[in-house]
């Protein structure tokens, strides 16, 4: 359960930190909405550290959450509803991270 919420928590800090910068430069948002993207990418960098395993392991497996946290931001954060397609791309991505991330060791 660590690893998930770890995961977790990494995805939102990178989704947060590349947001921001977006709603600056597309929607015309304040230029100070790049002091928390900024430190918002450093907690992302920092939280991949936290990982036990190795680094490549760890970009792989946290790529299937990631998927998921996007979409999950699509229906919240924008208003979208993820299609049958997404949620079951989103499926294989979390079997491919799980096949990752908790593979014996």
Do not use: N
């Not at 998921?68 to 509803?81: I, K, Y």
């Not at 079951?88 to 096949?99: F, R, S, T, Y």
């Amino acid at each position: 359960m660590k690893t998930v919420a770890l995961y977790l928590l990494t995805a939102l800090a990178e989704i947060v930190g590349c947001y921001l910068p977006w709603l600056w430069l597309r929607q015309g948002g304040p230029a100070w909405l790049l002091l928390p993207a900024a430190a918002s990418l450093a907690a992302f960098a920092w939280l991949l550290t936290l990982h036990e395993a190795a680094s490549g392991r760890v970009y792989a497996a946290y790529g299937g959450v990631y998927i998921a946290v996007a979409l999950l931001w699509l229906w919240l954060v924008d208003g979208v509803r993820p299609s049958p397609w997404d949620v079951a791309g989103v499926a294989v991505a979390l079997v491919g991270m799980g096949l990752i991330a908790f593979q014996p060791r």
